[in-house]
């Protein structure tokens, strides 16, 4: 939720008119929970725009990611009864294309990471805009 109202905070931030900045910040989470890697998998997403940069830069991603491997590392499912058992590596890895090369730990962090760039960014616009409004009040 922190990362989601840091992002709205920018969009406040920049776009003037209230209902024009709900519009555009629906509009970018919208886009950010399709390319996220939940509704499609990864595999399946098409290049161009949705799998770059989309899937890469929705923070949904990491924290559809954390919460998967969360709930299935150290699992194991009975597949035909008693004869056959797959690992919860083994589902994530094959059935949601997760990417296991880095802990759930990682995830977190590039979440927090996530959050605190949004600030820094919102504090940016800020002091920009009153860079500008104060030039402005001095010139006239």
Known sequence: MMIVE???TNVAAIV???????VVGSG???LMILGGGFFQIPNELPNIIWKYPLYYVSFHRYAYQG??????EGLLFDVDGNTH???GEDVLRERWQVE????K???LTILVGTLILY?????????????FVNARKTST
């Not at 296991?100 to 802990?103: H, K, L, R």
């Not at 600030?119 to 860079?131: A, W």
């Open 119 to 131: 600030r820094l960014v919102f504090l940016l616009i800020v002091k920009t805009n009153e860079k």
């Open 16 to 22: 003037p008119n209230f209902l024009m900045g709900i």
């Open 67 to 72: 919460m998967f491997k969360n709930e299935f």
């Open 85 to 87: 058992t797959i690992s």
């Open 28 to 30: 970018m989470q919208g």
């Open 6 to 8: 840091s992002l709205m």
């Open 100 to 103: 296991m090369a880095y802990s």
């Open 105 to 107: 730990w990682m995830d």
